[in-house]
Nanobody, 122 residues
């Protein structure tokens, strides 16, 4: 069992930065690939970024490539999403997710966090 708690969301101006954190409980954190997803009002949840269980591989949605960076610290059981050059279209609830084994891109997971709101003003 893995429980996920996100933090770090908030209101930021366009061009600014935020770092999201996702603290995981459970002894099997290091066996899970981790991902970030987001859901804007009136839209479906979408993939943002994923990182392998080893931390050696990452993959990003085209819309955030070059602006967002996903990382993990297994000593702290935490995964991060550094978001730079934020745009109003990045406004959404951001969800942390965990999936046993390999990285993934579909909107499904073994575990989900409760979400944290990110609002980017123009």
């Amino acid at each position: 069992q893995v429980q996920l708690v996100e933090s770090g969301g908030g209101l930021v101006q366009a061009g600014g930065s935020l770092r999201l954190s996702c603290a995981a409980s459970g002894r099997t954190f290091s066996s899970h690939a981790m991902g970030w997803f987001r859901q804007a009002p009136g839209k479906e949840r979408e993939f943002v970024a994923t990182i392998s269980w080893s931390g050696s591989n990452t993959y990003y949605a085209d819309s955030v490539l070059g602006r967002f960076t996903i990382s993990r610290d297994d000593d702290k059981n935490t995964v991060y999403l550094q978001m730079n050059s934020l745009k109003p279209e990045d406004t959404a609830v951001y969800y942390c997710a965990a999936k046993y084994g390999s990285m993934w891109f579909s909107v499904s997971a073994d575990y989900w966090g409760q979400g944290t709101q990110v609002t980017v003003s123009s």
